[in-house]
């Protein structure tokens, strides 16, 4: 049974920093998409950073227009966990942050939409004050 958990949310101000963890367990290392998405109030969630996991050990970083630069996603095999370094936080990245995972065994590419992905974590708020 496949389980991820989400932890490093927290609350900072304008400008300041957050990294996310996201742990998986009954879940296979490689061949598959891990990512981050984001939901705010009143507003759909959306794809914020995703990396697929190639089957020697690399990534590939997918990244929302609306984060790069500012967000860094990675990985560590060893743990089988998956982060997001968040930099110079806005408030309008406030949302509760959901890890999401999804096997990719035939492509290298991460589709961004939450329909595209099976298996959830429970979620991490992020508040960003101004």
């Known amino acids: 049974q496949v389980h991820l958990e989400e932890s490093g949310g927290g609350s900072v101000q304008t400008g300041g920093s957050l990294r996310l963890s996201c742990t998986a367990s009954?879940?296979?290392?490689?061949?598959?998409?891990m990512g981050w998405f984001r939901q705010a109030p009143g507003k759909e969630r959306e794809g914020v950073a995703f990396?697929?996991?190639?089957?020697?050990?690399?990534?590939?970083?997918y990244y929302a227009n609306s984060v790069k630069g500012r967000f860094t996603i990675s990985q560590d095999n060893a743990n089988n966990t998956m982060y997001l370094q968040m930099n110079t936080l806005k408030p309008e990245d406030t949302a509760i942050y959901y890890c999401?995972?999804?096997?990719?065994?035939?492509?290298?590419?991460?589709?961004?939409?939450?329909?595209?992905?099976?298996?959830w974590g429970q979620g991490t708020q992020v508040t960003v004050s101004s």
């Open positions: 009954g879940y296979a290392a490689t061949r598959n998409c």
């Open positions: 990396i697929y996991r190639t089957q020697h050990g690399g990534m590939i970083p």
């Open positions: 999401a995972a999804e096997v990719r065994e035939s492509s290298v590419y991460c589709y961004q939409g939450p329909n595209d992905y099976r298996y």
